[in-house]
C-alpha cells in the first residue's frame, strides 16, 4: 500500500476538502483506499459523511490511553476505510507532539497495521475472496490528512509517505510560505507536487504567486491540474454531498477527477488489472 501526504502551510488551503474528495474518487475507481485524519483539528470525517466529529481516535492512543484507535476506524459509503484523529484540547495537542517528537517511527507503525490484513504471512490456501482482499490491499493507498506544516504530524506523515502533495491556493502568502519551506519538504527525499487549489484566472495577482511558486519550487513540482475555484464546493458540503455529484459538468468537478486521474496513474495498476 502507497502513502500519500496531504499537507499545507496555511491554513484555509482546502487540503482536508482535496482529501476528503480525492479518498472518494479513488475508491469509486476501484482503488482500496484509507484516509487517515492526522490533523488536532479532526474535521476529515466531517468531509467523508460522519453527522458528528469523531470522539477518539490516533489522538487517545498518542496520549497513551483510551481504546485501541482501530475500534474508532470507520467506512464510508463509498468504502473508503476513515481513521479518526479524534477530540483533543490544546493540552492533548501538546502531548500528541511531545510524543511524536520522541518516537519518530508511531506513525509509520500505525499506517503497517492498517496493512497487515494484506500481509505476506497470508496462508496460499486461502479462499479466491481472502486473495482478492489482499490484492486490494497491495494496490491500494493511504491518504494522510496532515496538520499544517512545520509540525511533528506533518513531519511524520511525509516521513511515511511515498508522495506528497501540498496545497496552495493561488496567493500571496501561501506561495510565500510554499517558496521559503521548499527545500524543508524535499529534505525527506519524497516527491512532491504542488496542487494549486480555488484557482481564479481573472484575478492578476494569482497569476503572479502562481509564476513566483513555479520559480520557486520549478515548474515540474506543480502539477498541471489546478483546481478552479467554485462555491459550490462548500454548498456540496453543506448538504453532505460532492461537486461532482450534484454538479458533474462544471470546472471544479473537472479539476478534481483531473487530480483523481493524475493520482490514479501515478499508483500504478490497480487490483484486478491483470499487470
Not at 520522541?102 to 496493512?115: C, N, P, Q, T
Not at 510565500?176 to 527525499?189: E, F, K, M, S, Y
Not at 513555479?214 to 498541471?224: N, V, Y
Not at 467554485?230 to 456540496?236: G, L
Request: hydrophobic share 50%; net charge negative.
Amino acid at each position: 500500500m502507497k502513502t500519500v501526504a496531504i499537507v499545507s502551510t496555511t491554513g484555509g488551503a482546502g487540503r482536508t476538502t482535496l482529501c476528503a474528495a480525492l479518498a472518494v474518487l479513488l475508491a469509486r475507481r476501484g482503488r482500496a483506499v484509507v484516509a487517515v485524519d492526522f490533523d488536532p483539528q479532526n474535521l476529515l470525517g466531517a468531509h467523508l459523511g460522519l453527522d458528528t466529529l469523531a470522539a477518539s481516535g490516533l489522538a487517545a492512543a498518542l496520549a497513551g490511553g483510551g481504546e485501541p484507535w482501530h475500534a474508532h476506524t470507520w467506512r464510508s459509503a463509498d468504502g473508503v476505510l476513515f481513521v479518526p484523529y479524534g477530540q483533543v484540547d490544546a493540552a492533548g495537542v501538546a502531548t500528541c507532539e511531545a510524543r511524536l517528537a520522541a518516537d519518530l517511527r508511531w506513525l509509520a507503525r500505525a499506517l503497517g497495521e492498517i496493512a497487515l490484513p494484506g500481509g505476506e504471512n497470508a496462508d496460499d490456501d486461502e479462499n479466491t475472496d481472502d486473495n482478492n482482499e489482499r490484492n486490494a490491499v497491495a494496490h491500494g493507498v493511504a491518504l494522510i490528512d496532515a496538520a499544517r506544516y512545520p509540525s511533528q504530524h506533518a513531519e511524520h506523515a511525509i516521513r511515511c509517505a511515498d508522495l506528497v502533495l501540498c496545497v496552495a491556493p493561488p496567493d500571496p502568502a501561501a506561495c510565500v510560505t510554499i517558496a521559503a519551506r521548499i527545500d524543508a519538504l524535499r529534505a525527506a527525499g519524497v516527491e512532491l507536487r504542488i496542487v494549486v487549489n480555488r484557482l481564479n484566472p481573472a484575478r492578476d495577482m494569482q497569476r503572479d504567486a502562481i509564476a513566483m511558486l513555479r520559480a520557486a519550487a520549478g515548474p515540474s513540482a506543480i502539477l498541471d491540474v489546478r483546481v478552479h475555484h467554485d462555491a459550490a464546493v462548500p454548498e456540496s458540503f453543506a448538504r453532505g454531498g460532492w461537486i461532482f455529484d450534484d454538479v458533474p459538468h462544471s470546472q471544479a468537478s473537472h479539476d478534481l477527477h483531473g487530480v483523481a486521474n493524475w493520482l490514479d496513474a501515478w499508483l500504478g495498476p490497480r487490483a484486478g488489472d491483470g499487470r
